[in-house]
């Protein structure tokens, strides 16, 4: 028996569409239901029909035809690509039956007609919307063809029911029954627990509240992490700086003691001491900005991008050596500020800092995309070999020896962060001895952290 089923619900075809592809499983499941009642309903009006005359009928005979060639339709394809075309031949077959029965039933008086709205709703729940509309210029067609041939010529009758008035209203009282049935069962599928999308949406939603859920502890969790996490930094950086300033003010009470009696070797190493001193104090702070670049977000405001460059450039203090060229285009921005001139300042600084050239030379342009802008700062320094163009962009990593120039290795890590926390992306351009081009992408609108969550509260 339940292989007689399995042959009968063609469930080798079913099984065979992607389980994901929720749409063409839906649409296999109400061919499955249209093409049984098509069926039935065609064998009971030809066999009515037969019943009715005493002497042969031929359309009786081309009712069972169509019947089991809408049959003989879904039994007939094997393939999944196949579907679209047997969809259309049995709609348009069902379609006939109904136009066809209707001429010995009343024309368009005949209340079975009202099975083209049945059709119809499948033709768009089977072959979209485009298909739809063909199947409802089908049945407005039809519709008025059977209005003039009922009116206007002697192409319908009522003889299926030999005139009885009684037999026509009974007729009439069970299609409609029958095909409020038919719309309603197709309609309640759609929203039942058996619709294989409402399934999965469902198993989905519950997947996705559970998943809600974790992520809101989890979110809890880590937000009592994250100022766990600050106040020890906080802690470790007050402690580690207290004895790199004691050995700070030792060192210079040591000098002051001492007057001209330091050698020079000795001045040097008390000036070697201090520098290493600061050093270490500036890369706590460094790992302190690190640490919390990603959490330092301010509201979005509107600005130009050329005035921040500006801005920026004074707060950093311009050279006179430094010749900054700012492109035309520079958008107006609505984003946070602050995380976006912190960026700048880092590059601009950078730029300057490990230029080697006697004219340093800045230019800042932009490429206006649909999703963002792609900013650009270039110099003529030394540049960049290609194998560490990734590596400057890791903590604490510099190219150059810190006693030549003075750098935390943290600058561009936390630039990264912040681009890549924005929603973004930082690379670099360079050749060697041909400066470099630092590029980073700068989205429109900042990146959804939690799409989880938010789908999760869309299907709640």
């Known amino acids: 028996m339940k292989k007689l089923l399995s042959i009968l619900f063609r469930k080798d075809l079913y099984e065979s569409i992607p389980y994901d592809d929720l749409i063409s499983r839906q649409r296999f499941t109400l061919f499955r239901i249209f093409t049984y009642t098509a069926f039935i309903a065609s064998v009971s009006t030809a066999i009515q029909i037969l019943a009715a005359f005493e002497e042969t009928n031929i359309l009786s005979f081309i009712l069972l035809a169509l019947a089991f060639a809408i049959l003989a339709t879904f039994f007939a394809v094997k393939d999944q690509s196949k579907l679209t075309t047997a969809y259309i031949v049995s709609l348009i077959t069902g379609f006939s039956v109904v136009h066809i029965q209707a001429y010995n039933a009343g024309g368009l008086l005949n209340t079975g007609t009202m099975y083209i709205c049945a059709i119809i709703m499948t033709a768009f729940m089977l072959l979209g919307t485009k298909g739809g509309k063909w199947f409802t210029l089908l049945g407005i067609i039809s519709v008025i063809f059977l209005f003039y041939a009922s009116e206007f010529t002697t192409w319908t009758t009522y003889d299926l029911f030999k005139n009885d008035i009684h037999l026509i209203h009974q007729d009439a009282l069970t299609t409609f029954i029958l095909a409020l049935f038919l719309v309603a069962a197709q309609s309640n599928y759609l929203h039942s627990g058996k619709n294989v999308i409402i399934e999965r949406i469902t198993d989905q939603k519950d997947q996705l509240e559970i998943s809600n859920l974790k992520l809101q502890e989890y979110t809890v969790h880590l937000e009592r992490k994250n100022n766990e996490l600050d106040k020890f930094a906080s802690i470790v950086s007050h402690d580690l700086k207290a004895p790199l300033r004691a050995i700070g003010n030792l060192t210079g009470w040591i000098e002051e003691d001492a007057g001209d009696t330091l ?122 070999e290609s194998q560490y163009h990734e590596k400057i962009f890791v903590i604490f990593q510099t190219l150059n020896r810190r006693d030549d120039v003075e750098s935390t290795g943290v600058g561009l890590a936390i630039v990264k962060k912040i681009i890549e926390d924005q929603g973004g992306k930082i690379w670099v351009e360079s050749e060697l001895g041909k400066g470099s081009d630092f590029r980073f992408f700068w989205p429109r609108a900042k990146k959804q952290k939690d799409s989880v969550l938010i789908a999760a509260t869309i299907l709640v």
Request: aromatic share 6%; proline share 5%.
């Open 263 to 384: 050698t020079p070797e000795v001045r040097t190493n008390f000036d070697m001491i201090k520098q290493r001193v600061k050093r270490m104090e500036d890369l706590i702070n460094a790992i302190l900005d690190y640490s919390r670049a990603d959490r330092r977000a301010s509201d979005d405001v509107k600005f130009n991008a050329k005035d921040l460059l500006e801005e920026t450039m004074e707060f950093i203090g311009k050279p006179e050596n430094v010749n900054l060229e700012i492109g035309p285009g520079m958008p107006e921005i609505v984003t946070d500020k602050t995380r976006l001139s912190q960026v700048f300042s880092n590059l601009i600084g950078n730029a300057i800092k490990y230029n080697d050239k006697e004219i340093k030379e800045i230019k800042i342009s932009v490429n206006d995309q649909p999703e963002g802008w792609t900013f650009s700062v270039k110099d003529n320094g030394p540049g960049i």
